[in-house]
């Protein structure tokens, strides 16, 4: 404490416990910085470890999970243009159009794991490298003709 500043200093974990799995916590030597050009600064200090245990279990979550299909992704990005269906796919991904057929709605379904975060390696501030999870699946929201039942006629 001096004149016109208080440090107080947190310690503890945080962690996500909607999941068994733990987190592998590696202890590094952490240090608060004293001044920046002359002026006290707030500051949060995190480990690597810690960073990347919230990361992954933050992917876990329900808000980790992303999910498109035409129109939240023409939304996601702020434009009309984006087509997702086996047409627009076939020369990325051929199996759809020719398995399911032209103009099929596709949605897709991504996540994130094995998440590793480390602060100040490599010449960069933050460098995070994860596994990207993607999942395609016909889009029965947009298509009636999709939503028919087994005993109905299109």
Do not use: H
Request: hydrophobic letters at 35%.
């Amino acid at each position: 404490m001096g004149n016109g500043f208080l440090d107080t200093y947190f310690l503890g974990d945080m962690y996500w416990t909607g999941s068994n799995e733990k987190c592998i916590m590696k202890p590094t030597e952490m240090e608060f910085k004293e001044r920046v050009r002359g002026n006290m600064v707030s500051q949060l200090v995190v480990s690597d470890s810690a960073a990347s245990c919230w990361a992954e279990n933050f992917a876990q979550s329900p808000y980790g999970q992303l999910s498109f299909n035409k129109t939240q992704l023409n939304q996601f990005f702020n434009v009309t243009n984006i087509n997702l269906d086996t047409t627009s796919y076939k020369k990325y991904i051929p199996l759809f159009y020719e398995k399911l057929g032209p103009n099929k709605p596709l949605r897709i379904e991504m996540s994130f794991k094995d998440i590793d975060i480390q602060f100040a390696e490599f010449g960069v501030d933050v460098e995070m490298t994860f596994t990207l999870c993607m999942a395609y699946y016909l889009d029965i929201s947009d298509d009636k003709s999709l939503r028919k039942g087994p005993n109905e006629s299109n």
